[in-house]
């Protein structure tokens, strides 16, 4: 089983970067390596269930990710992904985030577990920190300050 762990400060109030966040499906809206998305089946964006199916912007294929949990309180969210162009089993994943409230800044965790089916675990598991995780952090950051 293959651990990612990333956390980094975002300079800037929990409820900007939560309210980026918590939409589920706005994920084109920060993340480089989504494009257009979509909740399916009619459910409602952010109800827990809903899978959000979008485009990878390499144009390699498309993402279908199931949203687990939800926490308005705790500021944290918790998604498997079902279909991928990426050799992922079993993978889940927590982002949570925490207020650092003597700077008004937030603490920012990314958390997954899961199997490469190709075999090449350090491959992907560096692939999922530097790309996924540390590139969707500062993107984001990057959109909450635009």
């Known amino acids: 089983m293959i651990h990612v762990d990333y956390s980094t ?8 970067v939560w309210s980026i966040v918590a939409d589920f499906n706005g994920l084109p809206n920060w993340h ?3 494009t257009e998305s979509y909740i399916e089946d ?28 939800i926490s308005q309180i705790d500021h944290s969210l918790t998604y498997d992904m079902l279909d991928a162009p990426l050799p992922f089993i079993d993978y ?17 965790r990314w958390v997954a577990d899961f199997k490469a089916g190709d075999g090449r675990d350090d491959h992907w598991q560096a692939f999922v920190r530097d790309e996924v ?3 969707g952090f500062k993107a984001l950051e990057k959109a909450i300050r635009s």
């Open 42 to 69: 009619g459910k409602h964006n952010g109800e827990v269930g809903c899978i959000r199916n979008f485009a990878l912007s390499d144009g390699s294929g498309r993402v279908r990710e199931t949203l687990l949990a």
């Open 9 to 16: 400060i975002i300079p800037a109030p929990i409820a900007s």
């Open 32 to 34: 480089p390596a989504a």
């Open 92 to 108: 889940v994943a927590i982002m949570s985030f925490q207020a650092i409230t003597d700077r008004d800044e937030t603490f920012a």
């Open 133 to 135: 995780f540390a590139g």
